[in-house]
């Protein structure tokens, strides 16, 4: 009975440090989630605003607007974790966009956001 309490107890002090080797302290630790974007149609060159959750630079490297393979940075205006400010690039042409976030962290990632901007 004392022998299955100590390997319990050696147990229950290990699992955590192994469970947690490997992650990353740089990594982001939430997902940045667009849920609006204003004005969801926008001439180039002019600024649009999309909000949502960790948006802020912490989370966000950059932002892109995506078109099948076709990918175009934009500009960050501001940056918050609730709203993030963007300018539409003068060489996108007028079409449908949506909208995909590169994260931070060692290892970063594309996220295609559930939104579209169309560009005029």
Do not use: H, W
């Not at 180039?44 to 912490?58: F, P, R």
């Not at 393979?69 to 042409?93: R, Y």
């Not at 949506?98 to 956001?113: F, M, Q």
């Amino acid at each position: 009975m004392l022998r299955a309490v100590i390997v319990s107890i050696i147990v229950l002090l290990f699992v955590p440090a192994v469970c947690g080797a490997g992650k990353d302290p740089a990594a982001p630790t939430v997902t940045p989630i667009m849920k609006s974007v204003d004005p969801d149609s926008a001439k180039a060159g002019t600024d649009a605003t999309a909000a949502g959750s960790n948006l802020d630079a912490a989370q966000i490297a950059s932002v892109y607007l995506s078109q099948g393979d076709l990918m175009v940075k934009v500009k960050v205006v501001s940056q918050t974790d609730t709203e993030l400010k963007f300018t539409v690039p003068d060489t996108v042409k007028p079409g449908r966009y949506g909208i995909t976030v590169l994260t931070t962290g060692k290892e970063p990632r594309y996220i295609d956001e559930p939104l579209f901007i169309t560009v005029e």
